[in-house]
Each structure stands twice: as structure tokens, then as C-alpha cells.
């Protein structure tokens, strides 16, 4: 009779439930400040156009379903499949699910940005059209990798089509590197106008440039961290970690700049007539600087001139 091969528990369990946990204890931290900044917006900003509440609530959901599938993920081989050695061969569809997730927030935050680069340049379309093709590259190559991965869950035959995943992350990180590149250009532009007349609006353009310039840095390493770790330690689960909090930066980075608009209007207070934020019911900027309440362009003005910086 063969003698049985022994199984290295603790080299098979550490490097994918041990992954799982983590990446599930990150995301419910980011998850804690999704809450409260979705919180604080409502509450700061029910001002806002209809679309703009609207896009906010959409990610909420998103980014709560996605946590609720990588909750799952880790019942499903912990408790459910618990002793089944078996059972790391397979992939739940709620790991499926988390993919469609990630890339629809993906989807919705880079679109959004794509209309404020649109706006900001004048309506000029060649950059914002560049960003919209490469966002829904990045769903599309997502959505091809969810659906084969689960119509065959097993890992073995999953990681056949890594390169959908690898091709996905990488459009994903090209449309970050358009976005935040033309806006910090934009806004460096804008920063001349201020120099004269506002400097504390100088102050507020760069700390826009730095807001910008985090959310596109954040989601890109988390994005190339991912595509090393699948890449250098196959077998293992540990990719999953930077994988899952892509959209997490994706929704705060978000919000964060969001709900930094009344503290840049505070900022902003020593130019002469003020500064506003508002949108027209055309989509265009409007010059409200009368008005107390803030929505979701940013217009600095001053007395006898008006630079305006529409919203980003």
C-alpha cells in the first residue's frame, strides 16, 4: 500500500486563507471610511445636483456589495469548506462577484473624472474619449474573467486566463495616468490666474493638484502590486490583498475630494468676492458666487475679474 504524501497545512493555508483574512480586514477599515465620509457628504452637501447624490449612493452600494463578497468569500472556505483541502481548488462566485464590483466602481469614479477633464478643457474630447475607452477596456477584459473564471472555478484552469486580469489592471492604470495627468496640467493652469489676485486660491489649486495626484498614486500601486504578486507567487492568494482595495481607494479618493470642497471655499476666503461652487443645469459652470450652499463645480472669483476652475 503507498504511503500517503503528506500536506503542508500551514504552507497551504497561510498563503490563501491567511491572504483572504487580510485583504478582508483591510477592506472593512477602508469600508469604516467609505461610511463616514458617505455620511459626511450627505451631510455637508444635500445641496447637490440629483446625479451627483446619485453617483455618491452608487458607489456606496458598490463598495458595501463588494465587501460583502470578500465577507463571503472567507465563510465559504472557513467555516462552510472548514477541513476541506479540497476546497482550495475552487473559487466561490462570490470572488466573481468582487470582480464585477471592483471594475464597476472602476467604471462609475474614472468615467466621472473623464467628465471633469471634458469640462475643465474646454470640451475638448480627444483626452476625456481616451479615458472612456480605456475604462470600459478595463470592464470589459474584468467581465470576461469573472464569467470564464466561474463557468470552470477551478484554480488550475483560472489561472489560465491571468492575462485577462493582468490586460485589465493595466488599462485601469493607463486611464488613472491620463486622468491625473490632464488634470493636474488643467490645474496648473489655472493656478496662474491666482497669483495676482488670490494667492490663498493658489493655496487651494494645489491642494486639488495633491488630492488628484494621491488618488491616481494610490490605485496604480495597488493595481501594479497586484499584478507582481499573481505574477511571482502563483499558487498563492496573496494578490488578492492590493486586489480588493482598489475600489476602496477608488470610492474614498472620491469622496475625499468631494467633500474637501467647503473646507477649499474656507481656504479661499480672502479673495475678495468669494468663492462658490455650482453647477448649471446645462452641465456647465455658473457663476454663483452669491450663493451660501456649495454643489459640485469650483469657481474662484474676484472683483472686476473671474478665474474660473470648473469641477473636478
Known amino acids: 500500500m503507498a504511503t500517503p504524501v503528506p500536506i503542508d497545512i500551514d504552507g497551504v493555508i497561510k498563503p490563501n486563507m491567511g491572504a483572504l483574512m ?59 469548506h472548514y477541513g476541506d483541502l479540497a476546497a482550495l481548488e475552487i473559487v466561490p462566485v462570490s470572488l466573481a462577484v468582487e470582480v464585477g464590483m471592483t471594475i464597476s466602481i472602476g467604471l462609475l469614479v474614472q468615467t466621472w473624472f ?10 475638448n474630447i480627444i483626452i476625456p ?48 495616468f491620463f486622468i491625473t495627468g490632464s488634470l493636474v496640467y488643467l490645474l496648473h493652469n489655472q493656478r496662474s490666474g491666482f497669483k495676482r489676485h488670490a494667492p ?54 472620491t469622496l475625499a475630494t468631494l467633500n474637501a470642497r467647503e473646507k477649499l471655499r474656507t481656504m479661499s476666503g480672502g479673495i475678495p468676492s468669494g468663492i462658490e461652487l455650482a453647477d448649471s443645469p446645462d452641465g456647465g459652470s455658473t457663476t454663483a458666487v452669491q450663493k451660501a450652499h456649495a454643489t459640485s463645480g469650483l469657481e474662484f472669483a474676484t472683483v472686476g475679474e473671474s478665474v474660473v476652475m470648473p469641477e473636478v
Open 22 to 80: 487580510l485583504a478582508m480586514v483591510f477592506s472593512s477599515v477602508l469600508y469604516g471610511v467609505t461610511v463616514l465620509q458617505t455620511y459626511q457628504y450627505y451631510d455637508g452637501y444635500w445641496e447637490d445636483p440629483l446625479y451627483l447624490k446619485t453617483f455618491v449612493a452608487a458607489l456606496w452600494v458598490l463598495d458595501t456589495g463588494q465587501l460583502v463578497t470578500v465577507i463571503h468569500s472567507n465563510w465559504w472556505y472557513l467555516i462552510a
Open 114 to 123: 473623464a467628465s471633469r477633464v471634458w469640462r475643465m478643457n474646454g470640451h
Open 129 to 176: 474619449l481616451i479615458i472612456v475607452g480605456l475604462t470600459c477596456a478595463t470592464f470589459s477584459l474584468g467581465v470576461y474573467y469573472a464569467v470564464t473564471g466561474q463557468r470552470n472555478p477551478i484554480v488550475s484552469e483560472i489561472a489560465k486566463i491571468t492575462w485577462a486580469t493582468v490586460a485589465s489592471l493595466s488599462c485601469s492604470m493607463a486611464a488613472d
Open 200 to 253: 490663498k486660491g493658489d493655496k487651494a489649486i494645489n491642494i486639488l493638484i495633491t488630492y488628484t495626484v494621491n488618488t491616481g498614486l494610490l490605485t496604480s500601486i495597488a493595481a501594479m502590486c497586484t499584478i507582481i504578486l499573481s505574477k511571482t507567487l502563483v499558487g498563492t492568494q496573496w494578490q488578492v490583498i492590493p486586489y480588493f482595495l482598489v475600489s476602496k481607494f477608488y470610492v474614498n479618493s
